[in-house]
């Protein structure tokens, strides 16, 4: 099963995701289950009953279901929490007090490598997320060290904003559950392998436009910047050609 670990919505200031569009896009990337998790706001799992029965029957899936089926799809609620020693993703948060996980998100997307600053238990680093090596080259193998010297195994999302970004990290676990809560047990347990691409740097560009459009803060630099952005996606196609 391919799960994509960190996804936002519209709920994060820099996202233009609905939970409908999340969930149309993973099935078409061959993803079997999304956690979400927008900065600094619980996912309210309301949302999914809003919409549960409209793309069941649209998609001809099962949400969530209490047993394994044929054509089943997962939604994990989380939250991305921001911390001293950097970004938190907490999956399952207040759904369960006695199951919980806690994954320490793209630790060195802003940061030279240490050890120094990790203050907390994790349960799982993020090592392979798709956005997290626009500023840093190093930082997906960076956080692969920090596992290893840990001794944590290790997760991967897309931390995708917007529908083309969903599905371009993931890790593929064993399908041996039962339910949501054994399906979070797999993935604190379970052997993985992560996949990761990275994103185009301009939807890095393009979540900046957003959040700042809705804070009202626009300003020249932002749209330079996504047209520096784009420039070097061009060239990247061109490099590959």
């Keep these: 099963m391919r799960i994509d670990l960190h996804v936002h919505t519209s709920k994060s200031l820099c996202s233009n995701l609905t939970l409908e569009k999340i969930v149309k896009k993973a099935i078409e990337k061959g993803i079997s289950c999304v956690a979400i998790c927008d900065h600094d706001v619980l996912f309210d799992e309301c949302e ?61 997307e802003h940061r030279e490598y240490s050890v120094d600053f990790v203050k907390e238990d994790y349960d799982l680093i ?24 840990l001794g944590l195994l290790v997760s991967a999302g897309s931390d995708a904003h917007f529908e083309d970004e969903i599905g371009n990290a993931y890790i593929e676990i064993s399908d041996d559950f039962e339910g949501l809560e054994g399906l979070g047990k797999c993935i604190l347990y379970s052997k993985r392998i992560t996949f990761n691409k990275n994103s185009k740097r301009v939807f890095i560009a393009k979540s900046q436009i ?25 060239g990247d196609v061109i490099c590959r050609k």
């Design 210 to 234: 957003l959040k700042n459009r809705r804070l009202k803060t626009m300003s020249i630099k932002t749209y330079i910047f996504y047209l520096y952005c784009a420039m070097r996606d061009f």
């Design 48 to 108: 999914i009953s809003s919409v549960k029965e409209r793309l069941e029957k649209e998609l001809s899936i099962v949400i969530n279901p209490e047993k394994r089926c044929q054509n089943e799809f997962y939604i994990i609620p989380g939250i991305e929490i921001s911390t001293p020693s950097g970004h938190v993703l907490k999956l399952f948060f207040k759904k369960n007090k006695d199951f919980e996980i806690t994954i320490l998100a793209h630790p060195f």
């Design 126 to 149: 993020e090592t392979a997320s798709a956005r997290a090596c626009y500023k840093r080259k190093s930082a997906n193998n960076d956080a692969k060290r920090l596992a290893e010297s």
